[in-house]
């Protein structure tokens, strides 16, 4: 309705413009219009908006552009600020979160409780060093119960008891699809460890995709 209900000349054709001029292709503006199409009826938010993502260094040929753009008009600033600001207290220094923020805005859409939780079982429980966060900043868009914590108990399971051939390092047993993640890791206790295969299973309650809590 949003849409239906604005004007074309005075706003849905000038964002239009404004998002060629900056290079955005119109198969992603067409994907914006599906996906954020409040903002098409803002055609000086979108300014706003656009200058702001271009100070954070965001490229304008960058796959992650319109999830930025959409992240940054849906959060408000002050909560924008405070989320950096939890993500500097684990140690990171500005120019690290604008650079976590280029690879990874979603980030930005997380409460404060699920950055915190997530932050703190990454390098506090599971030894996972900044420097790896911030390669793989995925890692903080999975869900803490579903995804790093049962994944992370069937590791410290298959090293424990010597089950792995190699050490693997987090993300090479985080960022696998579940079906992947099963084959290469899970396999290993179906037959002999039910308990602890079990235990898996029950945690993750068959849900094996992403989720980017609120």
């Known amino acids: 309705m949003f849409i239906l209900t ?17 290079g955005i292709s119109d198969e992603r503006i067409a994907h914006m219009v599906v996906t954020m199409p409040g903002n098409f009826g803002r055609i000086d938010k979108l300014k706003e908006v656009i200058k702001y993502i271009e100070e954070l260094g965001v490229p304008r040929d960058s796959g ?9 008009v ?3 600033r002050s909560k924008f600020d405070a989320t950096s600001v939890t993500l500097m207290s684990f140690g990171w220094s500005q120019s690290d979160i604008n650079a976590l923020f280029r690879k990874c805005p979603n980030i930005w859409s997380l409460s404060k409780k699920n950055i915190c939780d997530k932050m703190t079982f990454l390098t506090k429980e599971a ?13 903080l868009k999975y869900s803490l119960e579903k995804r790093l914590r049962p994944r992370y108990e069937v590791l410290k399971f298959l090293n424990r008891n010597k089950l792995l051939d190699r050490e693997h390092n987090l993300p090479s047993v985080m960022l696998p699809n579940e079906e992947k993640f099963r084959k290469k890791f899970l396999f290993l206790l179906k037959e002999k460890f039910i308990a602890q295969y079990d235990s898996y299973v029950v945690a993750v309650q ?8 609120n």
Request: with cysteine.
């Open 74 to 76: 849906n959060v408000s």
């Open 6 to 22: 604005s004007s074309l000349a005075r706003n849905i054709e000038p964002s239009i413009s404004l998002l060629r001029e900056h």
């Open 64 to 72: 992650v552009y319109t999830y930025a753009l959409h992240v940054v």
């Open 206 to 213: 068959g849900k094996h995709h992403v989720v980017a809590e």
């Open 127 to 139: 030894g996972c060093e900044l420097t790896c966060i911030s390669h793989y900043p995925k890692l």
